[in-house]
């Protein structure tokens, strides 16, 4: 396989994700087609990690290593990434829970208890309140246990079975391994974008005679990191029509639909509660409800005009969730589960 060929499999990835994904769910083998387009996004990734980053880290590196002195810090680069991303995925829930204190609450775990048993998916995680506007998140390990937290501001807006829809979408995270996943393949863009900075600063280290070499290279491995970045992306973005899934499948799609266009109202209401969100955590990929500016319009009181929405490509593409409108869409076309 050539670039050209890794090339299409790139655009492919990015278009289906933004494309197809909504509307596979409207024909016929659904599943089939769905699951095939989160097989397509990891080959997009790998092949793009195999055929671009690899050679950008290896032989590159080889050839012009006198120039740059850059070889002696390739595998340390390696080995430092990856020993971080570990360590971050071990110390993730503690640091989350100093951030929000998260309080136990009995009543909220037997929800817990009952979506999980009735999603059919043998997953245990711990029920927690956190203070905050309306949204909820999965976090957690083998270390710390696993948990699902909802905000108090979710517990005002939802009734129950729009509460049994959020919290099957946030186990769906924990079934599906999501956390691990996604954190193993932000090791790719991780690993390009540090080592394009160690680059960088290497041949700026000299300011007399500054590597333009190894700045070059620098450069050019941020911009690899990005163009991974917005792969990894994209496979998130189906992760969480996934997720989706499993909320419409705990209390029905209506309920997943209801909570999500609540949420977006809440937000749209309340802008500033979205510039406040990124001062305030640095986990903002693990709510059910993007913290980012979204696209669509706010809705009067039905959810179909909120569902008709045209929504940004562009601040698609650069997002870890889709946007709610098409989200509706998804969970529209869904068949009953």
Known sequence: MGLSEVLLVYIAVLGASIYLAPRVVGTRRWRLGFYGLMALAVAGIVLTAYYVLSPLLFPVVLLFQAATGIKDYVLAFIALVATSAFIMYLVAPFLINAAFSPRPDPRLQGIVDEVAARIGRRVRAKAVVVDGPPNAFAYGNFLSGRYVAVTTGLLKIANQ??????????LGHHANRDNEVMSALGILPSLAYYTGAAAIAIGLANRERPGLLAVAYGVVMIVVSFLIQLLVMAFSRLREYYADMHGARAAGKEAMMSALAKIHQYY??????????????GFKALFIYALVEASASPFADQIRLLMNERTSWLEELLSSHPPIPKRLRFLAALPTL
């Open 161 to 170: 079975d729009e509460l049994r829809a959020v919290i099957g979408h946030e």
């Open 268 to 281: 749209k209401n309340a802008p500033e509660e979205l510039q406040a969100a990124p001062k305030t955590s």
